[in-house]
């Protein structure tokens, strides 16, 4: 998608006169590539109108950086989208919150309360599980599972059958535990049907959840809309929950689930581990979408592993510098960071590097990489320009020391001039402190 829209803005680029026919046309371009990455029809319309309306054609014949204003018109409206205007439930502390869950089956919904539950209890919150999902096999053990691994309170009956007694009983019990988050985890259906809604309205009477957490799988794409209305109309919906965001999934049915909704999106889940959950951003969500890399998750990521601390480094980067030595630093410290995949596909173009859920391989190739390097000479490692130094002789010197063929050092060469690459690409970017709009 990304590829597509920044193509579209080139082509504006490269006109002498910008007119209303060539924004128009740019406008096409960036919203056929916004409905092919699951935006909703109605949504894209208005967001084009209102581009529209942001931008001065005036200004835009004259000043220098019309294709920046632009892009930061397409990227104010998408935000403004996933905005509902409306701030997301927050829980309170030493009384009990009740938080229900709601979703089709297979959505994500009792993965998600679990990283939930799980989010709030490290920041110290006393967090329960309630399993109110009778209609599917096995869910209470699914529910029990998890909560055991991530050691957390749970309630739920292998004989009981009615899900409001169940969920009554366990929010009960639980407030007179004194937790303080207390979530309650419901049935869903394959589709959207009556039974299913009849059964939420019920358990919502039972339990008064003080907020209704809607969770959509990402990957349904188009659909997200109507399924959102669906849910909105059925309960009141408070906040919203996008799962499978790790897939092929290409996220613009957040803005759909936002706009039927008119509710926050709070987490998105990334996969199937407990920590695969990420507080929803909509800077950097809009940044992804459009292809730009996640730049303030990756400033996140870069300050939790410590790496502002390394001052030269980090200047190094944001002045778009970059040696086969600093990458040799930068492979030691993201595998210090833990799982490589999730901070590499911050990274603007890094994520065709990277494949998911083969980070082990990756690290495993890094290691390889470093293995290399070490039998490099300082000035290997400090040029800045791998053409010119690199001969086949230097290579040749480089594989025998390492263990390694010829055709590996070759590979890594390669593999440093797309990080090369990358890391350029980033010092445009012009990384603001708050992770402030990226330029294309
Ligand atoms: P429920 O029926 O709504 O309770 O959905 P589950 O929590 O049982 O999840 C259904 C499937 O989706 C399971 O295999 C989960 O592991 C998987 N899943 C849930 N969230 C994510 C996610 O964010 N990413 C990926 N890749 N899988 C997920
Ligand atoms: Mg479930």
Redesign the pocket.
């Known amino acids: 998608l990304g590829g597509r829209i920044a193509q579209a803005m080139r082509s504006m680029t490269s006109k002498t006169v910008i007119d209303e026919e060539a924004v128009d046309n740019m406008l096409k371009e960036i919203s056929s590539a916004l409905l092919s990455s699951d935006v909703n029809v109605k949504l894209v319309s208005s967001l084009r109108k209102n581009v529209k309306n942001r931008i001065n054609l005036e200004d835009l014949a004259t000043g220098l950086n019309r294709r920046r204003m632009i892009q930061q018109a397409v990227f104010e409206e998408l935000c403004e989208m996933l905005n509902p205007g409306k701030k997301p439930y927050q829980p309170k502390k030493g009384k009990p919150n009740v938080i229900m869950f709601v979703g089709l089956?297979g959505s994500g919904?009792?993965t998600s309360c679990t990283k939930y539950a799980l989010h709030y209890q490290r920041k110290s919150w006393k967090t329960c599980l309630v399993c109110s999902?009778t209609f599917?096999a096995g869910?209470f053990d699914?529910?029990k599972q998890n909560a055991t691994k991530a050691r957390i309170p749970f309630y739920g009956s292998y004989t009981e059958r009615d899900p409001v007694k169940i969920a009554r009983d366990g929010v009960e019990m639980f407030k007179k535990e004194g937790q303080e988050i207390i979530i309650v985890?419901t049935?869903?259906r394959h589709k959207q049907e009556a039974s299913l809604f009849e059964e939420m309205q019920q358990i919502a009477a039972a339990v008064e959840p003080d907020d209704i957490v809607f969770v959509l799988d990402s990957s349904i794409g188009q659909a997200a809309h109507d399924q959102a209305t669906a849910f909105k109309e059925a309960v009141s919906v408070g906040s919203v929950i996008m799962t499978k965001l790790d897939g092929h999934a290409k996220g613009g049915g957040a803005l759909s689930a936002v706009a039927a909704t008119s509710s926050p999106i709070v987490f998105i889940g990334t996969g199937e581990h407990f920590d695969d959950f990420e507080t929803f951003e909509v800077r950097s969500f809009v940044s992804r979408l459009l292809g730009l890399g996640d730049v303030g998750g990756l400033m996140n990521a870069i300050k939790d592993a410590g790496l502002d601390k390394q001052p030269e480094l980090y200047q190094k980067l944001s002045q778009g510098v970059f040696t086969l030595r600093d990458m040799y630093e930068q492979f030691q410290n993201v595998m210090k960071m833990g799982p490589i995949g999730k901070v590499m596909s911050m990274i603007p173009g890094m994520s065709a590097l990277m494949t998911k859920g083969r980070e082990h391989e990756s690290q495993e190739r890094f290691k390889k990489f470093m293995t290399i390097m070490d039998s490099m000479t300082d000035d290997e490692l400090d040029t800045e320009n791998v053409n010119k130094i690199f001969t086949d002789t230097r290579v040749f010197r480089i594989a025998q020391g390492s263990g390694s063929h010829p055709q590996q050092v070759w590979e890594l060469i390669e593999e440093f001039k797309r990080f090369q690459k990358m890391i350029a690409k980033m010092k445009h970017l012009k990384i603001g402190k708050n992770g402030e709009m990226p330029q294309m």
């Open positions: 089956q919904k009792t999902d599917r869910a699914q529910l985890d049935s869903g």
